[in-house]
C-alpha cells in the first residue's frame, strides 16, 4: 500500500493525557498537512510542511499541539494536557508541489 | 471565517437521477478546487478537481462547474448510483491554503 498512511486508526485518553499521531505520507510527496474534523464540519487545517520546514499553522493550534517532520518524511502531532474539545478525526494528507492532496484515514481521538 | 460554503447539509436523490451539490466560496484568491469524498470511518478521497482558468471539467459520471464570477461551483452526478451515498467536502485552494466546506452528505436511494 502506497498511500497515506496513519497510526493509530482510534486513540481513546483520560482527559489530561498526552497524545502523539503518526503520519506516513506516499514516498514521493514533499508536501504533509494536519487537518482536524469534528462532526458535521468539514476538515479544518491545523498546519502544513514542505519537507521538514513547517511552513504554516493555523490559530486552531494552540501551545498544547506541535507538530514535526524532523526529516521530510514521516510527521508526528502531539497534543499535551489533552482536553474533552481535542475529540475529533485527525487527517493528515500529502501532495507533491501544487499537487493534489491525498489524504489517509485519519486518527479518531476520543478524549474522556 | 468560513471561506467555502455548502449551504445543504443534506441531498437525497433517486437512483439514476441526477445529484447537483453545490459549493459557495469567498476568497478571490483560491484558483484551484475540488470535491472529495468520504465514507465513514475514512479519510477524504478525491474525486475530482478544477482549475480557475476553466469553468468544466468533466470525469465519467462526474462533472465539476465553476463560475468564477459568482465564486460558486458545482458538482452534477449522472447518474446517481446508491455507492455514491456518502459526503462529499469542497475544497478551495490558493496560496499554499486549502479550505474545506462543511460537506454534503448525499443518499442516493435505489
Known amino acids: 500500500d502506497t498511500g497515506v498512511s496513519q497510526d493509530p486508526r482510534h486513540k481513546i485518553t483520560k482527559r489530561g493525557q498526552n497524545v502523539t499521531f503518526r503520519c506516513d505520507p506516499i514516498?514521493?510527496?514533499?508536501?504533509l498537512y494536519w487537518y482536524r474534523q469534528t462532526l458535521g464540519q468539514g476538515p479544518e487545517f491545523l498546519t502544513y510542511?514542505?519537507?521538514?520546514?513547517?511552513?504554516?499553522k493555523s490559530r486552531l493550534l494552540s501551545d498544547r499541539f506541535s507538530a514535526e517532520r524532523p526529516k521530510g518524511s514521516f510527521s508526528t502531532l502531539e497534543i499535551q494536557r489533552t482536553e474533552q474539545g481535542d475529540s475529533a478525526m485527525y487527517l493528515c494528507?500529502?501532495?507533491?508541489?501544487?499537487?493534489?492532496?491525498?489524504f489517509g484515514q485519519g486518527t479518531r481521538l476520543t478524549v474522556v | 471565517d468560513q471561506q467555502v460554503k455548502q449551504n445543504s447539509p443534506s441531498l437525497s436523490v433517486q437512483e439514476g437521477r441526477i445529484s447537483i451539490l453545490n459549493c459557495d466560496y469567498t476568497?478571490?484568491?483560491?484558483?484551484?478546487f475540488l470535491w472529495y469524498k468520504k465514507y465513514p470511518a475514512e479519510g477524504p478521497t478525491f474525486l475530482i478537481s478544477i482549475s480557475s482558468i476553466k469553468d468544466k471539467n468533466e470525469d465519467g459520471r462526474f462533472t465539476v462547474f465553476l463560475n468564477k464570477s459568482a465564486k460558486h461551483l458545482s458538482l452534477h452526478i449522472v447518474p446517481s448510483q446508491p455507492g455514491d451515498s456518502a459526503v462529499y467536502f469542497c475544497?478551495?485552494?490558493?496560496?499554499?491554503?486549502?479550505?474545506f466546506g462543511a460537506g454534503t452528505r448525499l443518499t442516493v436511494k435505489p
Open positions: 494528507a500529502s501532495s507533491g508541489y501544487r499537487g493534489l492532496p491525498f
Open positions: 510542511f514542505q519537507n521538514e520546514a513547517q511552513l504554516e
Open positions: 514516498s514521493e510527496h514533499n508536501r
Open positions: 476568497n478571490s484568491m483560491f484558483d484551484y
Open positions: 475544497a478551495a485552494s490558493g496560496n499554499n491554503d486549502m479550505r
